[in-house]
């Protein structure tokens, strides 16, 4: 048996006890518990980005009706600014 296969060997018992030990300290249910977390986690963001989808549209149309009304402003006044000048010029 050559030393490479010896240290080899060892090396995979201390692997398997090393594992079994971990094994032992793992709870399972902790372990579930901590999925369960995990996923409630995963609803709460899935939700938001859903309201968030929802809203879109909504939001857009808001903002657009909220642009519409004051350009439609802007551009009433300044048709009521050359109305003024008009009327100036048609005084004098």
Do not use: C, H, W
């Amino acid at each position: 048996m050559s030393s490479m296969s010896i240290f080899k060997r060892i090396r995979d018992i201390v692997d398997a006890r090393i594992n079994d030990l971990l094994d032992e300290f793992d709870d399972p249910i902790a372990t579930g518990n901590q999925m369960i977390r995990e996923i409630e986690n995963l609803i709460v963001e899935m939700r938001r980005n859903v309201t968030a989808a929802i809203a879109m549209p909504y939001l857009t149309e808001i903002r657009l009706t909220k642009k519409r009304a004051a350009r439609g402003k802007r551009q009433g006044s300044a048709v009521d600014d050359e109305l003024k000048a008009l009327k100036k010029k048609l005084k004098k």
